[in-house]
């Protein structure tokens, strides 16, 4: 489904969000863009990535690594807000931009966790980086042993659980996250379809995908391949208000069920 007119999206919103990083430099998602080519500027930008530091730092960071600090967390998730002793990691300044290390995207609390040490870096409520989310070709390691029918039904959980976990966030905020995804239509690891089904599948009111490609820069899950390449860029309204599968999640059905129907793909 193209967008022809996407009026306002993304727009006179300086803060943004990236899930799922990896590399620095021009491998990192571009939270600047958004449909019809068009770009935004980005005040403050919080990164995240699944490695902890020091794993990070082992396979990316190289001369680059900059300077970590040592941050703990509060939740405010819940309402009143508590430290836990257990929930001290590494946040960096990178570039003009925080990283926050350890997160991993499809858990509420740990994107919480970056939410609340952007807000104390920043000076800003942590809702602000919610306006808009950014991920790029977020798949699952691939095992030479599994089929693709597997791969994909794996990639679709992971998107599923993503968009789960920033519902449940976005219960601090009264408008829509924008979601944004970098992947091509026809990327054999999950395809636009699929991709849409899982998102709507974890909590997105509705999804789109645009026609106009995009040339990003991509890494390997280790470090050791990076290639350039054409896109898409898909996009997925979140409200924690809206949920079009509220009465299906509250029924417990298993995620894994309800991905393999293909009934409602």
């Known amino acids: 489904m193209g967008i022809k007119d996407s009026g306002n999206i993304g727009e006179s919103r300086p803060f943004a969000m990236a899930l799922a990083e990896g590399d620095i430099g021009d491998k990192t998602v571009d939270v600047s863009v958004i449909f019809n080519n068009r770009e935004v500027d980005r005040h403050f930008v919080l990164r995240t ?3 902890t530091y020091a794993a990070w730092k082992s396979t990316y960071g190289g001369s680059a690594a ?19 002793p257990e ?25 919480y966790k970056a939410l609340d040490i952007a807000a104390e870096w920043f000076g800003v409520r942590p809702e602000f980086f919610l306006s ?22 794996r990639n679709k959980r992971l998107y599923a659980k993503t968009c789960e976990a920033i519902h449940r966030v976005s219960k601090i905020k009264s408008s829509s996250v924008n979601f944004w995804v970098f992947s091509h239509k026809e990327n054999f ?20 995908s645009s026609k106009e490609k995009h040339s990003v820069n991509s890494g390997s899950n280790n470090g050791e391949k990076e290639f350039e390449h054409r896109t898409n860029l898909h996009l997925a309204k979140i409200n924690f208000n809206i949920s079009p599968l509220k009465d299906l999640m509250s029924s ?12 409602l793909l």
């Open 132 to 153: 808009d989310i950014y991920v790029k070709n977020l798949n699952v390691d691939t095992n030479k042993k599994e089929t693709n029918e597997t791969l994909v039904r």
């Open 49 to 51: 990535c699944y490695l």
């Open 87 to 111: 929930s001290k990691g590494y946040a960096a300044w990178l570039g003009g931009e925080l990283w926050v290390f350890g997160v991993d995207a499809t858990s509420s609390r740990d994107i």
């Open 189 to 208: 690891k999950i395809k636009q379809k699929d991709l849409r089904s899982a998102m709507r599948a974890g909590g997105a009111s509705i999804a789109f």
């Open 66 to 84: 900059g300077s970590p600090f040592i941050t703990s967390y509060a939740y405010g998730l819940e309402g009143a807000k508590k430290q836990d």
């Open 252 to 263: 417990r059905m298993p995620l894994e069920q309800y991905l393999g129907e293909a009934a």
